[in-house]
C-alpha cells in the first residue's frame, strides 16, 4: 500500500521534547524534498519545515525556527521532525508530505497528534 | 514572514461556480511562487488539488482549475457538487519558506 505513516506523537509537558517520524511505505523519498505541516485543533494549515533531498537544503517557519530539526536518513526511507523546548501553542496534528520534483505535493500522511500540556 | 489571505468563506449553489482567490502581502502572486491549493474535508487529510499555478492533481476532477488573476492566485470550481464542500487552502512558495492563507470554507448549498 502506497502510504506515508507519521508516529511519535503524544502528550508532553511544556518545555518537553518529542520526536515525530514519518516513514514512506510503498514508495521512495529517494531525490525528493520533504515536508512537515501541522494544524492545530480547529485552525488552518501551518507550514513547518522542509528538507532537500539530500539534507543540504533545509528551511524553517519562523515559528519553530531555533526549536525545530528536520532531518532524513535516506537508508531507512525516513523524515524526522525533532521538537524541543515544547510550548502550548505546539499542539497541533503534524502531517508530512512529500514533494515531486515537478512541484507537486503527491502525497501526505495521515497525521500524528502532537498535546503540549501540563 | 509573509501573510497570505484567501475570503474566510463562499457558498456556491448546486452547479454553480465559484472563484476562492489568494492574494500575498509582499505583492502581485506570480507563477514565479508557484501557488498550490489544497482541499480538506471535515475530518480528513489535506490533499493537493492544484500545484504550480494550474496543473491538477492526478485525482482532481476537471471541473476545478487554477489562474492567475488580478495579482492573485484563483481557484475557479465550475458546476460544483455537494461533495466539493470542504475548507481550501493556497500556498504559495517565498524564498525559503512556504506560506499557507488562512483556508476558505465554501459551502454548496
Known amino acids: 500500500q502506497v502510504q506515508l505513516v507519521e508516529s511519535g506523537g503524544g502528550v508532553v509537558q511544556p518545555g518537553g521534547s518529542l520526536r515525530l517520524s514519518c516513514a514512506a511505505s510503498g514508495l521512495s523519498f529517494s531525490g525528493l524534498s520533504v515536508h512537515w505541516v501541522r494544524q492545530a485543533p480547529g485552525k488552518g494549515l501551518e507550514w513547518v519545515a522542509v528538507?532537500?533531498?539530500?539534507?543540504?537544503?533545509?528551511f524553517y517557519a519562523d515559528s519553530v525556527r531555533g526549536r525545530f530539526t528536520i532531518s532524513r536518513d535516506n537508508s531507512k526511507n525516513t523524515i524526522f521532525l525533532q521538537l524541543n523546548s515544547l510550548r502550548s501553542e505546539d499542539t497541533a496534528m503534524y502531517y508530512c508530505a512529500r514533494e515531486t520534483t515537478h512541484w507537486n505535493w503527491d502525497h501526505w500522511g495521515l497525521g500524528t497528534l502532537v498535546t503540549v500540556s501540563s | 514572514q509573509a501573510v497570505v489571505t484567501q475570503e474566510p468563506s463562499l457558498t456556491v449553489s448546486p452547479g454553480g461556480t465559484v472563484t476562492l482567490t489568494c492574494g500575498s502581502s509582499?505583492?502581485?502572486?506570480?507563477?514565479?511562487?508557484?501557488p498550490y491549493w489544497f482541499q480538506q474535508k471535515a475530518g480528513q487529510v489535506p490533499r493537493t488539488l492544484i500545484y504550480e499555478t494550474s496543473n491538477r492533481h492526478s485525482w482532481a476532477p476537471a471541473r476545478f482549475s487554477g489562474s492567475l488573476l488580478g495579482g492573485k492566485a484563483a481557484l475557479t470550481l465550475s458546476g460544483a457538487q455537494p461533495e466539493d464542500e470542504a475548507d481550501y487552502y493556497c500556498m504559495v512558495t517565498y524564498p525559503h519558506a512556504r506560506v499557507f492563507g488562512g483556508g476558505t470554507k465554501v459551502t454548496v448549498l
Open positions: 528538507i532537500s533531498h539530500d539534507g543540504s537544503h533545509i
Open positions: 509582499t505583492g502581485a502572486v506570480t507563477s514565479g511562487l508557484y
